[in-house]
């Protein structure tokens, strides 16, 4: 059984850092993604981030470019979301989720079902 677990959250200041992490266990396959998603209060649900177990390419929504780095440590199973220059609205509650791959394109990473999610880290940022 896959689980993913998020950790990290808090509350943080405009401008600000914080390093959210999702420890998976029970991944044995050989291909499939690992994301980031949030959901701010009201609205809907958005993909954050983005890597993949068999490249090195990596997504990001253009809200996050150049503020947010996604990253793996394969050794320790888990993958982490560096997140500076915090904003108010990057306030939000933090998935991870995970996906076996096929033969899709992984740039509709975003809107693609997922079939491991974690249960999500709260991130609040005040102004």
């Known amino acids: 059984e896959v689980q993913l677990q998020a950790s990290g959250g808090g509350l943080v200041q405009a401008g600000g850092s914080l390093r959210l992490s999702c420890a998976t266990s029970?991944?044995?396959?050989?291909?499939?993604?690992l994301c980031w998603f949030r959901q701010a209060p009201g609205k809907e649900r958005e993909g954050v981030s983005c890597?993949?177990?068999?490249?090195?390419?990596?997504f990001y929504a253009d809200s996050v470019k150049g503020r947010f780095t996604i990253s793996a440590d394969n050794a320790k199973k888990t993958v982490y979301l560096q997140m500076n220059s915090l904003k108010p609205e990057d306030t939000a509650i933090y998935y991870c989720?995970?996906?076996?791959?096929?033969?899709?394109?992984?740039?509709?990473?975003?809107?693609?079902?997922?079939?491991?999610w974690g249960q999500g880290t709260l991130v609040t940022v005040s102004s």
């Open positions: 989720a995970g996906r076996l791959s096929y033969f899709e394109d992984r740039s509709n990473w975003p809107y693609a079902l997922y079939d491991w």
């Open positions: 890597l993949f177990s068999d490249e090195p390419r990596k």
């Open positions: 029970g991944i044995t396959y050989d291909s499939y993604y």
